[in-house]
Each structure stands twice: as structure tokens, then as C-alpha cells.
T-cell receptor, first 113, second 112 residues
Framework: GAGVSQSPSNKVTEKGKDVELRCDPISGHTALYWYRQSLGQGLEFLIYFQGNSAPDKSGLPSDRFSAERTGGSVSTLTIQRTQQEDSAVYLC???????????FGSGTRLTVV | DAKTTQPTSMDCAEGRAANLPCNHSTISGNEYVYWYRQIHSQGPQYIIHGLKNNETNEMASLIITEDRKSSTLILPHATLRDTAVYYCIVRLFPGTASKLTFGTGTRLQVTL
């Protein structure tokens, strides 16, 4: 597609459940990023993938959070044993290696009840 | 990445130029200045970036001071649709696809 696609657009889950959030980057973009944005807050970096290099996981807030990127394309962010503080909009972005700027998706709004 | 300082909020009348300042006094020689904006309920949108020369594209102009310690994003004819939070970010480029560190940005309100 023309842009970064994220699914689902909205997710409501019960506390303690696991969730998976999906990101389809722009075709050919080698770099993929995950951010999250809590209500009224700024963007918080979570993780990024660049080609076949080891991902930069420095922003993951706890070991309940993990992400993978299969075949250098689609990425899945998994949150285990969700907590209410995990409620936020999770944003994915991609860029080519020689990039002018990231292209962000519309995000997944996660609500933990 | 160098830290940036931006005003919390600004107002601009529709049709007038919006000038959004950013201070980045600790910027290093190989760091670029990027601007993004985030319209309510949407993901951030890339606007423009530059190293030391002034840059212009279809969205905006970027003016970087000679000492590179500050810059100004100019929206030449602001419209209501330009109401958003504008983020000034400095980072390494090119070939160093790395994380963008977003600060709190400037909330621009364009009014009639």
C-alpha cells in the first residue's frame, strides 16, 4: 500500500490478557519503529528495527513488551499480561535507509479495562 | 541526540505566516534539524529537515541560524488545518536510521 498500515485500529482488552499489534510498513522501507503515546502525552520510543541488524530495544518499558519483524517487513508488537497503564496509542513508522523522514501509521488505540 | 527547546504554545491568524522557533544550542556538527507535526488523533507527519542551509518545500520553510544553535519553521500562509503540535528534533543523518526523540513540541492554534 501507499502508507504504513496498522491493525487493529482500536483494541479493548481485559487486564492480564495478551495483545498483539500489527504494523505493515511501506514496501522497501528497511527501518521500522514503534512508539506509544499516552493520553495528552508526547511520543515515547519503544523499539526500532533496521534491516538485519539487532533491534534497538532500549525503549521497551518492561519484559512484558516484545516485538518481532518477520522477513524484514511486517512487525508485531506483543504486550503480555496487559496492565491499565499500557493503555495508549501505539504508533508504527517506517523509513528507507537514506530517509528524508519517517512515515507514521494511524496507530492502534489500546484500552485495558 | 541534542535536546531542543520550544515554546509550549502559539497562536496565529489564518492567512498569516506562522513562525515556530526552536533552540538546539548543543547540536553537533553532524546532526540535522527535523520538524514533524501531529494533528489531533493522527500519527506525526514529517515536514522538513536541514543541516545548515535554509530549506523550503511545499509545506514549509526552515531557517537555521549560522551558528546552528536555533532554527525557525515558517508556515507562510497558515490555515485552520495547520492547527497541530509541532516537534523540532535533532538527530544524526544520513545512513543512521535511528530513533527520533520527541519532546513536548509547540501547540500551534490557527484562528479565524
Amino acid at each position: 500500500g501507499a502508507g504504513v498500515s496498522q491493525s487493529p485500529s482500536n483494541k479493548v482488552t481485559e487486564k492480564g490478557k495478551d495483545v498483539e499489534l500489527r504494523c505493515d510498513p511501506i514496501s522497501g522501507h528497511t527501518a521500522l519503529y514503534w512508539y506509544r503515546q499516552s493520553l495528552g502525552q508526547g511520543l515515547e520510543f519503544l523499539i526500532y528495527f533496521q534491516g538485519n541488524s539487532a533491534p534497538d530495544k532500549s525503549g521497551l518499558p518492561s519484559d512484558r513488551f516484545s516485538a518481532e519483524r518477520t522477513g524484514g517487513s511486517v512487525s508485531t508488537l506483543t504486550i503480555q499480561r496487559t496492565q491499565q497503564e499500557d493503555s495508549a496509542v501505539y504508533l508504527c513508522a517506517s523509513s528507507p535507509w537514506e530517509e528524508n523522514g519517517y512515515t507514521f501509521g494511524s496507530g492502534t488505540r489500546l484500552t485495558v479495562v | 541526540d541534542a535536546k531542543t527547546t520550544q515554546p509550549t504554545s502559539m497562536d496565529c491568524a489564518e492567512g498569516r505566516a506562522a513562525n515556530l522557533p526552536c533552540n538546539h544550542s548543543t547540536i553537533s556538527g553532524n546532526e540535522y534539524v527535523y520538524w514533524y507535526r501531529q494533528i489531533h488523533s493522527q500519527g506525526p507527519q514529517y515536514i522538513i529537515h536541514g543541516l545548515k542551509n535554509n530549506e523550503t518545500n511545499e509545506m514549509a520553510s526552515l531557517i537555521i541560524t549560522e551558528d546552528r544553535k536555533s532554527s525557525t519553521l515558517i508556515l507562510p500562509h497558515a490555515t485552520l488545518r495547520d492547527t497541530a503540535v509541532y516537534y523540532c528534533i535533532v538527530r544524526l543523518f544520513p545512513g543512521t536510521a535511528s530513533k527520533l526523540t520527541f519532546g513536548t513540541g509547540t501547540r500551534l492554534q490557527v484562528t479565524l
